[in-house]
C-alpha cells in the first residue's frame, strides 16, 4: 500500500461549487481511496460543502461550496496501491 498526503487553498467563489485539482506526485495503480479535511471553523454555516470527484490513478478534484469568497484550506490523504 502506498500513502499520500498534501494540502491545497482553494479560493471559492461565493454560493457557487468551486474546485481545484490535485496531481499526486507518484501516480498509484489504480484510482486510491481519498479523504479530504477542509480547515473550516464555520461548517455548515458559511462552508455548506465538501467533496472530492474523478479519482484517477493520477489525482482528482476536490470541491467545496462556501457563502463567502474566503480561502479555505482542505488536507488530504490518499492510499492505494
Known amino acids: ?6 494540502s ?3 479560493t471559492p467563489k461565493a454560493n ?3 474546485s481545484k ?4 506526485t507518484t501516480p498509484f495503480k489504480s484510482g486510491p ?3 479530504i479535511t477542509p480547515r473550516s471553523s464555520v461548517a455548515g454555516k458559511v462552508l ?3 467533496g472530492t470527484i474523478g479519482t484517477t490513478k493520477d489525482g482528482f478534484d476536490i470541491y467545496i461550496l462556501r457563502t463567502n469568497d474566503v480561502d479555505t484550506e ?3 490523504l490518499a492510499v492505494g496501491k
Open 1 to 6: 500500500m502506498k500513502i499520500q498526503t498534501g
Open 8 to 10: 491545497v487553498v482553494i
Open 16 to 18: 457557487e461549487q468551486t
Open 21 to 24: 485539482h490535485v496531481t499526486f
Open 33 to 35: 481511496e481519498v479523504f
Open 48 to 50: 455548506l460543502g465538501f
Open 74 to 76: 482542505v488536507s488530504w
